[in-house]
């Protein structure tokens, strides 16, 4: 198991600062993946459907990244 290290304010800042682009990328990525279905398929919920599952995916890995970055392991 690793040593905990200290940590200085700037740079969780740092940190907490690309931590801003994993939600809306996620949401966008899957939207568009979603989208381009809807065209291929011809249905018209995937892109919906892929926006939700960006927002879940990149909330999870919000969390995840934010405790991390709190708790100094990786």
Do not use: H
């Not at 939207?31 to 809807?38: K, L, N, Q, R």
């Not at 926006?51 to 990149?58: I, K, P, R, S």
């Amino acid at each position: 198991m690793k040593e905990k290290r200290p940590t200085s304010w700037q740079t969780k800042a740092g940190a907490y600062m690309g931590l801003v682009w994993v939600l809306p990328a996620s949401m966008a990525a899957l939207w568009w993946i979603g989208d381009y279905c809807d065209g291929r398929f011809g249905t018209g919920y995937l892109g919906f459907a892929g926006l939700a599952a960006g927002f879940a995916v990149g909330l999870y890995e919000t969390i995840r990244q934010a405790d991390r970055i709190e708790n100094g392991s990786r």
